[in-house]
């Protein structure tokens, strides 16, 4: 196996650096977009309704992929430490991704295309507000984001092959079954951010054909509107690749706590055979709980929404008693190190878990016929994706600038954040739950009550948490801008 030393490290950081400063300032932007949306819908400030569904176009569809951006460059450098990767491969993803990000943007903002992230068919066709070609802007960005997707997938999964003996090794399926003959063979494990690289990368790989192939056929539907498509088939891939895509933010975000927080708590986090039986089940769940997404469509087979339910509920497992549990006995009694980036993925696994159980209610079908498209679903979607997927990234990036320059922030720093973060953000959240709970639909400019007076508690609960953000950015400037004490590696 060829690793990488610290030395020959500085081109795979630049990398690294690269996506992940790309992906959160992304972030960043967008979270002022969100702020906009949720005053408008408090009627706090006036948005043509057609601007407002454009906005939540970008906002969707920018933080997922801000977030994907920020997953794939830290996971591309932990691999990379296990075995030297083609560098040129990751700028080519990155270029990709961009190009597709600029496509995405002219779309939605000179064009003001407005059919929703999931641009589920015939909705981006019919009725629509704006001009044809911010349709085919749309879709030609959303199709070059997934074709540097699915080489960095490629790349991830030529690596973690390559590194650990094929599918075999990869899995640990020696160190599961025959465990006694594996410690003995000297042969050494996956560390527990490979499984999130071989999952990412199947699951990734797999999503992103269903995407691309409604992609094309939309283009088609774009190019030729009397090629008509089949609704429920559209549907059906259009969700097993957003559910997916976004999905797999998480099961590559986690790949820095597993890196990151046993750093901090002096303590060791293993491969064990529990662990990778675990991943095998994320590997086989995250892929076919998007038939949720599909409960209230009476034409899809009905088996498929027992399995939707069945894979929704058994997917919680594996990071419920695995990772989040595992993350606190690592944390439990240990002489932990409360610093930003810690403090940042810890908390990371609480929202990853509160927003966990909303999804599992809201998978089950009785309750579903309630909640299905009310704002419970951004309540919890922004739950682990807010409090979840983007504390473990902040985590992350803190944990690089702390070992970098050898400082910490202050304690008031890390109060001001968390209360801004934290606080705010839990503010913001609890508006959504309520008003879903309440049956104001999601995805409403102009809502029906109590939604706009929930909107403005929600709103400055959304403040806060911009102010701690705010903070957070200055304090990640401060230390980038120390010198460098020590190399990552
Ligand atoms: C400051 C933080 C944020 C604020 C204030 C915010 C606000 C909003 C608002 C108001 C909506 C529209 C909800 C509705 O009425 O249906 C929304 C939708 C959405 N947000 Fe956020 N958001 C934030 C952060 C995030 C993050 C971190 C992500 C993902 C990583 C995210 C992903 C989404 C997605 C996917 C949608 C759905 C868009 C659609 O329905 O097509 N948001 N957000």
């Known amino acids: 196996m060829t690793t990488a030393t610290a030395l020959d490290r500085a081109g795979s950081r630049t990398i690294m650096w690269a996506y992940l400063v790309t992906g959160i300032s992304l972030f960043g932007l967008l979270a002022l977009v969100g702020l906009a949306m949720r005053?408008?819908?408090?009627?706090?400030?006036?948005?043509?309704?057609?601007?407002?569904?454009?906005?939540?176009?970008?906002h969707g569809a920018g933080m997922i992929t801000a977030m994907v951006l920020c997953g794939m460059g830290g996971l591309w450098y932990l691999m990379?430490?296990?075995?030297?990767?083609d560098r040129g491969i990751a700028w080519a993803a990155y270029v990709l991704i961009v190009l597709g990000v600029i496509g995405v943007l002219l779309s939605v903002l000179p064009g003001h295309f407005g059919a929703a992230w999931t641009f589920l068919y015939p909705l981006p066709f019919v009725g629509a507000t704006w001009p044809n070609w911010a349709t085919g802007a749309f879709l030609i960005g959303v199709a070059l984001v997934m074709l540097g997707w699915i080489v960095?997938?490629?790349?991830?999964?030529?690596c973690v092959l390559r590194a650990y003996g094929g599918f075999r090794g990869a899995l640990g399926w020696d160190l599961v079954f025959h465990h006694r003959a594996f410690e003995q063979s000297g042969r050494r494990e996956p560390p527990p951010f490979a499984f999130g690289a071989l999952v990412t990368a199947i699951d990734g790989l797999l999503s992103a054909a269903a995407g691309m192939l409604v992609g094309v056929a939309l283009l088609v539907h774009w190019i030729d509107p009397s090629v008509a498509l089949d609704p429920l088939w559209a549907k059906n891939l259009t969700y097993f690749f957003g559910h997916t895509f976004a999905n797999l933010t998480i099961y590559m975000a986690i790949g820095f706590v597993y890196?990151?927080?046993?750093r901090y708590a002096n303590r060791e986090w293993h491969t064990s055979p529990v662990l990778a039986v675990a991943w095998w089940a994320t590997l086989l769940f995250v892929a076919t709980a998007y038939f949720h997404h599909l409960y209230m469509d009476f034409v899809q087979p009905h088996a498929l929404q027992y399995v939707g339910e069945v894979a929704s509920y058994l997917a919680a497992f594996p990071p419920a008693v695995v990772t989040i549990f595992g993350g606190a006995l690592l944390v439990y009694r240990s002489p932990l190190r409360w610093t930003m980036g810690s403090m940042f993925l810890y908390a990371g696994l609480v929202g990853w878990l509160i927003g966990g159980i909303g999804a599992l209610i809201d998978a089950t079908v009785p309750i579903n016929l309630s909640l299905h498209n009310t704002l419970w679903v951004p309540a919890h979607f922004h739950t682990y994706l807010l409090e979840g997927v983007a504390?473990?990234?902040?985590?992350?990036?803190?944990?690089?600038?702390?070992?970098r320059s050898g400082?910490?922030?202050s304690l008031a720093v890390r109060w001001l954040t968390?209360?801004?973060i934290f606080g705010g953000g839990a503010v913001l959240l609890l508006g959504w739950y309520v008003a879903g709970a309440a049956s104001v639909p999601r995805r409403y400019a102009a809502q029906p009550d109590p939604g706009p007076a929930i909107a403005s508690w929600a709103s400055i609960g959304a403040i806060v948490l911009c102010i701690g953000l705010i903070?957070?950015?200055i304090e990640a400037v401060r230390l980038a801008r120390a010198d460098e004490v020590e190399v990552a590696a």
């Open 152 to 158: 960095w997938c490629t790349q991830m999964l030529g």
């Open 391 to 403: 504390l473990f990234v902040l985590g992350w990036i803190f944990w690089n600038l702390e070992t």
């Open 80 to 85: 990379d430490g296990e075995l030297a990767l």
């Open 407 to 409: 400082q910490v922030s």
């Open 259 to 262: 890196a990151a927080l046993p």
């Open 39 to 58: 005053a408008e819908q408090a009627g706090w400030i006036n948005v043509d309704p057609g601007l407002f569904y454009a906005l939540m176009t970008l």
């Open 418 to 420: 968390g209360i801004g």
């Open 471 to 473: 903070v957070c950015a």
